[in-house]
């Protein structure tokens, strides 16, 4: 089945290590790719996102995510995490064959040592 | 500025009874409208999207339906609830006909079958 999947469910990390987070998608085609951030007790909100051109995107908060089509990829990293990082993350695809279908992954909760 | 309310925030109901989960959008017209259930571990599940008045894409069989009656509108509905139907909602919306593919979520409504 066409799916979004996210490896990863919980990283743990130390502060100002690097961050790799992964996200595999299973659609042919053109899609548009994003990742959201859900801080907690807060809504989710959008981290980045993929259209086309660069295949290297940059978001807020120092985070940036590499489109690689040939792997159906769009990982997120981070060179160096903070505390304030801790949150649960969702890669997301929109299918260009359903196009307004936005279908996330299972998340992956992020949680850094202070 | 447009903004999302959903309600009710918390829902407790016993298996059988029926459910209506509402979600009204302000200040923009036409949006791509979402409903999504979202549990520990599993990301954010589609259930239901619209992208008009009467429209309505079903992502999931199960016990739920959904109906927009007015475009700013947009209601997650059952007639009999089951045990598994217990979780948290979140309604979303998009601009520009979801091409953008940035949502914006409500409060969430939390519902426990017993």
């Known amino acids: 089945a066409q799916s979004v999947s996210q490896h990863n469910h919980h990283v743990i990390l130390s502060e100002a290590a690097s961050l790799e987070l992964g996200c595999n998608y299973s659609y042919g085609g053109t899609v548009n790719l994003f990742w959201y951030v859900q801080y907690p007790g807060q809504h989710l909100q959008l981290l980045l996102k993929y259209f086309s051109g660069d295949p290297l995107v940059k978001g807020i908060k120092g985070f940036e995510a590499e489109f690689i089509k040939s792997k159906f990829s769009f990982n997120l990293r981070k060179p160096s995490v903070q505390w304030s990082d801790t949150a649960e993350y969702f890669c997301?695809?929109?299918?260009?064959?359903?196009?307004?279908?936005?279908?996330f992954g299972s998340g992956t909760r992020l949680s850094i040592r202070p | 500025s447009q903004t999302i309310h959903q309600w009710p925030a918390t829902l407790v109901q016993p298996v059988g009874s029926p459910l209506s989960l509402e979600c009204t959008v302000e200040?923009?017209?036409?949006?791509?409208l979402y409903w999504y259930r979202q549990a520990a571990g599993r990301g954010l599940q589609l259930l239901f999207y619209?992208?008009?008045?009467?429209?309505i894409s079903s992502e999931v069989p199960q016990n739920l339906s959904a109906s927009r009656p007015q475009d700013r509108q947009f209601i997650l509905s059952s007639k009999k609830l089951l045990l598994s139907d217990s979780g948290f909602y979140l309604c979303?919306?998009?601009?520009?006909?979801?091409?953008?593919?940035?949502?914006?979520f409500g409060e969430g409504s939390r519902l426990t079958v017993l």
């Open positions: 979303a919306w998009t601009r520009d006909r979801g091409e953008s593919g940035e949502l914006f």
């Open positions: 997301a695809v929109i299918p260009y064959s359903s196009a307004s279908k936005i279908i």
């Open positions: 619209s992208v008009g008045i009467g429209q």
């Open positions: 200040g923009t017209s036409n949006p791509n």
